[in-house]
T-cell receptor, first 113, second 111 residues
């Protein structure tokens, strides 16, 4: 089955630790995205990548980092510099080339204790 | 910048009631418009979309019409079911790869 996988579904970390969230897609999509979702605030864009080895900051990139070494993978690292990291994180992709629809993974709920 | 405003929830309806969730937008140019749905504990799924003025998107009994004159894309369904309980997001894409989302509207349908 083609799709986007995010793991793990639930993640707990102690304050001050970096943590990396996984996102993998087998849709052969060029573009990938990371969003953060907080209650009552909708989705906010953290980072996006339109092509391998290239990525751009979104609206709330501070305290996060990403890499795009392979087309199918776009891991997100939540660093200790992120002041309020507890949230639901969603990864998405689309074929690129000026296409509209983004396809979402199931999300990872990160709780920092 | 681009923005999407949708009606605040939560919205609670009885089964078979009529649903409207309002969505208005501000954008440069001619955006594409979307409704996404999020079931509890899951990611977002595309529900429907429209790419130009007067287009009507439809799926699973839901409809929305792209109204350029009122910059709106209201979501409607004639008869909701318990299984429609979810959070609904209106979104737009204007001239880039990025989507701009509204804050979401939680719908609860009771039997």
């Amino acid at each position: 089955d083609g799709g986007i996988t995010q793991s793990p579904k639930y993640l707990f970390r102690k304050e001050g630790q970096n943590v990396t969230l996984s996102c993998e897609q087998n849709l052969n999509h060029d573009a990938m995205y990371w969003y953060r979702q907080d209650p009552g605030q909708g989705l906010r864009l953290i980072y996006y990548s339109q092509i391998v080895n290239d990525f751009q900051k979104g609206d709330i990139a501070e305290g996060y980092s990403v890499s795009r070494e392979k087309k199918e993978s776009f891991p997100l690292t939540v660093t200790s510099a992120q002041k309020n990291p507890t949230a639901f994180y969603l990864c998405a992709s689309n074929p690129g080339q000026n296409t509209d629809t983004q396809y979402f993974g199931p999300g990872t709920r990160l709780t920092v204790l | 910048g681009d923005s999407v405003t949708q009606m605040e929830g939560p919205v609670t309806l009885s089964e078979e009631a009529f649903l409207t969730i309002n969505c208005t937008y501000t954008a440069t140019g001619y955006p594409s418009l979307f409704w996404y749905v999020q079931y509890p504990g899951e990611g977002l799924q595309l529900l429907l979309k429209a790419t130009k003025a007067d287009d009507k998107g439809s799926n699973k009994g839901f409809e929305a019409t792209y109204r350029k004159e009122t910059t709106s894309f209201h979501l409607e369904k004639g008869s909701v079911q318990v299984s429609d309980s979810a959070v609904y997001f209106c979104a737009l894409r204007a001239g880039s790869y990025q989507l701009t989302f509204g804050k979401g509207t939680k719908l609860s349908v009771i039997p």
